[in-house]
C-alpha cells in the first residue's frame, strides 16, 4: 500500500506564491505517475498536473505558466510550486498516486491541503 501526506497549503495574497509537498510512504517503488488534483467549493475534483514516474510534467491549460510539478523519488516526494496565485486557485490540493507492479490498477490519495487566497 502507499500513503500520501500533503503540506504547505495555507493563507496567501493575490500574486503571491505556494509550494505544496506531498510525502509518499509505504511500497514506494510500486508507485508510478504522481499527480496534483484540486476541488474547488462547489466544484468537482480535476486534474492540474501529473508527471510520470520518468519525470516528464504535464499540465492542464489553465495553470501552465503558473504551476510547476516536480518529484524527488531518492526523497518519495511531490511537489508543486504554484506562482501568481489567483482567487480562483481556491481550492482543496490532493496529491495522486497511481500503482504499478504489485499494485497495477490502484490508486492513492492523499487527505489534501487546503489553497486560500486572499484579494
Known amino acids: 500500500q502507499v500513503q500520501l501526506v500533503e503540506s504547505g497549503g495555507g493563507l496567501v495574497q493575490a500574486g503571491g506564491s505556494l509550494r505544496l509537498s506531498c510525502a509518499a510512504s509505504?511500497?514506494?517503488?510500486?508507485?508510478?505517475?504522481m499527480g496534483w488534483y484540486r476541488q474547488a467549493p462547489g466544484k468537482e475534483r480535476e486534474l492540474v498536473a501529473y508527471?510520470?514516474?520518468?519525470?516528464?510534467?504535464n499540465y492542464v491549460d489553465s495553470v501552465k505558466g503558473r504551476f510547476t510539478i516536480s518529484r524527488d523519488k531518492v526523497k518519495n516526494k511531490l511537489y508543486l510550486q504554484i506562482e501568481s496565485l489567483k482567487t480562483e486557485d481556491i481550492a482543496v490540493y490532493y496529491c495522486?498516486?497511481?500503482?504499478?507492479?504489485?499494485?497495477?490498477?490502484?490508486?492513492?490519495w492523499g487527505q489534501g491541503t487546503q489553497v486560500t487566497v486572499s484579494s
Open positions: 495522486h498516486a497511481e500503482g504499478t507492479r504489485s499494485l497495477r490498477g490502484r490508486e492513492y
Open positions: 509505504g511500497d514506494t517503488m510500486c508507485i508510478s505517475a
Open positions: 508527471i510520470s514516474r520518468g519525470g516528464s510534467p
